[in-house]
T-cell receptor, first 112, second 117 residues
Framework: GQQLNQSPQSMFIQEGEDVSMNCTSS?????WLWYKQDPGEGPVLLIA?????ELTSNGRLTAQFGITRKDSFLNISASIPSDVGIYFC????????????FGTGTRLQVFP | GAVVSQHPSWVICKSGTSVKIECRSL??????MFWYRQFPKQSLMLMAT?????????EQGVEKDKFLINHASLTLSTLTVTSAHPEDSSFYIC?????????????FGPGTRLTVL
């Protein structure tokens, strides 16, 4: 099935550092979403973006919807140990009940 | 709010048997539910989309006769893996969307780990 390209594939950082990851697509999406998944759990929604160019924050997390509608990035500032997990971007073609296309994931490891 | 549950959380079965997984939206009515499969260290792959009271729409390559989906009410969808084989072992995750406003999004259940011996 279709997947979005997400980079980097994995990151190993020290506590307190900032993190940046991005997601690109060859297709246009009307909604971009960022999820975090802990081992053995379902994904949890972090940030939802609905307009091209939109910049949205949720605590230490900031995400932007690319102007071309083909990319998005997620930044995490001042990382803490509980940020460990896998981060997935997801694109939605049309509207709220449309299916999600997931990115390949970024595995984040934070060392104290 | 927006809680989605799955049952069971894990199941082990013998090859050739059928397994049913339930997905429930606990505090909202879900017009649409989705079923995903996730293999170890991989991303989520959509299997099918189901709307209450109608037949599910399966993604290309997903056998509809093997993965039976029933969305009988606005709060319950079931996935039945028929005649399961070891290659069906995976993490199955559902999501649900209320679909009442433009900003409604999908909320995911905790997943069901299926192991077929």
């Amino acid at each position: 099935g279709q997947q979005l390209n997400q980079s980097p594939q994995s990151m190993f950082i020290q506590e307190g550092e900032d993190v940046s990851m991005n997601c690109t697509s060859s297709s246009i999406f009307n909604t971009w979403l960022w999820y975090k998944q802990d081992p053995g759990e379902g994904p949890v929604l972090l940030i939802a973006l609905y307009k091209a160019g939109e910049l949205t924050s949720n605590g230490r997390l900031t995400a932007q919807f690319g102007i071309t509608r083909k990319d998005s990035f997620l930044n995490i500032s001042a990382s803490i140990p509980s940020d460990v997990g896998i981060y997935f971007c997801a694109g939605q073609l049309r509207y709220n009940t449309d299916k999600l296309i997931f990115g390949t994931g970024t595995r984040l490891q934070v060392f104290p | 709010g927006a809680v989605v549950s799955q049952h069971p959380s894990w199941v082990i079965c013998k090859s050739g048997t059928s397994v049913k997984i339930e997905c429930r939206s606990l505090d909202f009515q879900a017009t649409t539910m989705f079923w995903y499969r996730q293999f170890p260290k991989q991303s989520l792959m959509l299997m099918a989309t189901s709307n209450e009271g109608s037949k599910a729409t399966y993604e290309q390559g997903v056998e509809k006769d093997k993965f039976l989906i029933n969305h009988a009410s606005l709060t319950l969808s079931t996935l039945t893996v028929t005649s399961a084989h070891p290659e069906d072992s995976s993490f199955y995750i559902c999501s649900a969307s209320a679909g009442t406003t433009i900003t409604d999004t999908q909320y995911f259940g905790p997943g069901t780990r299926l192991t077929v011996l």
